[in-house]
T-cell receptor
């Protein structure tokens, strides 16, 4: 069964802490994405990557960075967490070879910043 | 930014039919996706339309009109397990694999 795995389902951090969210996919997909999901706002794209070592900003990159050192792993980094980054974070992957390029999502990481 | 609109909530009775509308005004269009998301779970892919018309998949159908910037997801013979959020998403360009999402429609199925 294909899978996108996010390392932590629930995290509680303090303002100013550095936060790492890890995502691993086992489908050999080229494309990986980080979205955040907030009530009433839907999914908003933070960063994405179409290849190892490659990264591009999405719609709301401020306060975040990413790392893609290996094809299967895409990490989201909050350099200095703030309360407005409390949210559900969803990682997704896809392959250009798939018809339509559907996204496969992980279970999500719910981050609370106090 | 991209504009993708869908109703916030809908309620229907078990066994009935519900139609979830999605309208979009985007800078490009190369396909429309519908995802289902149960509370606390990952979104899962339901359907994909890139040409006008109706795509049927069991109890679920999706329709697209590109000239009107409009799609709908039709859920027939509703079951309690269909209670979930339904997300409409647009892909803007053929060589650009990210999706832009609407805010989602929460469907509640009542007995």
């Amino acid at each position: 069964d294909v899978k996108v795995t996010q390392s932590s389902r629930y995290l509680v951090k303090r303002t100013g802490e550095k936060v790492f969210l890890e995502c691993v996919q086992d489908m050999d997909h080229e494309n990986m994405f980080w979205y955040r999901q907030d009530p009433g706002l839907g999914l908003r794209l933070i960063y994405f990557s179409y290849d190892v070592k490659m990264k591009e900003k999405g719609d709301i990159p401020e306060g975040y960075s990413v790392s893609r050192e290996k094809k299967e792993r895409f990490s989201l980094i909050l350099e200095s967490a703030s309360t407005n980054q409390t949210s559900m974070y969803l990682c997704a992957s896809s392959s250009p070879g798939l018809v339509g390029g559907e996204l496969f999502f992980g279970e999500g990481s719910r981050l609370t910043v106090l | 930014g991209q504009n993708i609109d869908q109703p916030t909530e809908m309620t229907a009775t078990e066994g009935a039919i519900v139609q979830i509308n999605c309208t979009y005004q985007t800078s490009g269009f190369n396909g429309l996706f519908w995802y289902q998301q149960h509370a606390g779970e990952a979104p899962t892919f339901l359907s994909y339309n890139v040409l006008d018309g109706l795509e049927e998949k069991g109890r679920f159908s999706s329709f697209l009109s590109r000239s009107k910037g409009y799609s709908y997801l039709l859920l027939k013979e509703l079951q309690m397990k269909d209670s979930a959020s339904y997300l409409c998403a647009v892909r803007l360009r053929s060589n650009d694999y990210k999706l832009s999402f609407g805010a989602g429609t929460t469907v509640t199925v009542r007995a």
